[in-house]
C-alpha cells in the first residue's frame, strides 16, 4: 500500500505540471502547424503510465529532506520528458507501428502526409517529425528544469545530471544495436547495454530529485547504486513482457524483439543452453522481420525450454533483493514515506504485468 500511495500522491501533480507546461506551448505556437505537433506531443505523453521516473523523483526530493524551494513537480516532468523522448526515436528505430495502444509518433505523421499530400513520401516525412519530436522533448525537458524555479547551483547540478544520462541513453542504443547485429552477446555485454539504455534514466531521476532536496553525498550515492539494480530487474522484466506478454495489456506488439533480433535476457541464455537444433530455429528466426507466428512462437518455445524465462526471472529477483538491502542500510536514512515507496517500487518492476 505504501508505494500505490506515494505514486498517486504525487501522479496528479505530474499530470498537471505536464499538461500546463505543454499547453503553454500549444498557446504560443507560431502557426497551426506548430500547435498541432506540440498537441500531438501532449497525447503521445497523455496517453497513461504511471510516470515511476518524476514519481521517483520527487520521492527522492523529499526523502532526503527537500523543503519546497522550488517546483518540485515541474523540475520531476524533465526526466519525463526525456522518457517520452526515447520512445518516440526507439519506436522509429524498432519500426514498431504502435504505442500504449495508439499509432507511434512517426506512423501518426506518416498516415497525416499520406491523407492530404501526394508523392509517396510519407515514411520520409513521418521519420522526419520523429527525429524532430524526441529532439523538443530533450530540449523541453532542459527548459523544465530551468523553469523549477530552484537555486542557480544546485539547477546547475541536475542539468548536468540530466545531460550526461542524454549521452548515456545514445551509447545504450548504439551498443544495443551492435549487439543485435551480432552471434552472440555475453551477459555481462547485455548488462551494460541495459544500465546505460534503460537504468541509466532511473538513475538521473532519482540523482536529480536528491540533489534539488539537499542529500547528502553518501545518499545520492546509495540511490544511484539501487538505481541501476532497479533498472535493470525493470529491463530484464521489460524483455519479458516483450515476448510473453499480452498486447492488449503492455500495447506493443509481443513478437517486436523477436523480429528485431534484439539481445534481450532471453536470448542471452537462451543462446548459452541451446542445443543445435534449438539453436537452428534461433539463428533462423531472430531478426527475421517477416517471420511467421508459428515461427516466433518455435522461439518461445526455446526459450521455455532453455530454462532461458525462469533464469531472467530469477536474475530480476535477484537484483531488486539487493536494492531494497541498499534502502535499507541507508544512513541517515530516506523519510519513512519515500522509504516505503523505493522498497515498493523494487517489487513492482519486476511483479508488473505491462
Sequence with gaps: MGFERAVYKHLEKINAAIN?????????????????????????????GKRLRPVSLVNAYFGVGGKNDGDIYKAS??????????????????????????????????????????????EDFGMTMAILGGNTLYNLGVEALLKAGF???LTCMAIESYQ???????????????????????????????????????????????ILGGGSEDQIRVLKEYSVLVGQAFQIQDDILGTFGEEEETGKPTDGDIKEGKKTVLVVYALEAAG???????RGTLGKRDATPSEVEKVRK???????????????????????????????????????????????????IY
Excluded: C
Excluded at 518516440?88 to 509518433?105: Q, V
Design 20 to 48: 500546463e507546461f505543454l499547453d503553454l506551448k500549444i498557446v504560443q505556437a507560431i502557426t497551426s502547424y506548430h500547435a498541432d505537433y506540440y498537441s500531438n506531443i501532449k497525447e503521445f505523453i497523455m496517453r497513461g
Design 77 to 122: 516532468i524533465s526526466v519525463e520528458l526525456l522518457h517520452n523522448a526515447t520512445l518516440i526515436h526507439d519506436d522509429l528505430i524498432d519500426h514498431d507501428e504502435t504505442r500504449r495502444g495508439k499509432e507511434t509518433f512517426h506512423v501518426k505523421y506518416r498516415n497525416w502526409y499520406n491523407e492530404n499530400f501526394e508523392g509517396g513520401r510519407g
Design 151 to 153: 537555486p542557480a547551483e
Design 164 to 210: 550526461r544520462v542524454f549521452e548515456e541513453l545514445i551509447e545504450g542504443v548504439m551498443f544495443e544495436t551492435i549487439l543485435s547485429m551480432k552471434e552472440k552477446a555475453s551477459f555481462d555485454e547485455y548488462m551494460q547495454m541495459i544500465k546505460m539504455k534503460t537504468a541509466a534514466l532511473l538513475e538521473s531521476s532519482i540523482e536529480i530529485g536528491a
Design 276 to 282: 543445435p537444433e534449438e539453436l537452428n530455429v534461433l
Design 302 to 352: 526455446v526459450f521455455l525450454d532453455t530454462g532461458a524465462l525462469k533464469r531472467a526471472r530469477e536474475t530480476a529477483i535477484k537484483l531488486k533483493d539487493e536494492a531494497k538491502e541498499k534502502i535499507k542500510g541507508m544512513k541517515p536514512p530516506l523519510a519513512k514515506e519515500a522509504e516505503d515507496y523505493f522498497l515498493g517500487l523494487a517489487d513492482f518492476v519486476v511483479e508488473r
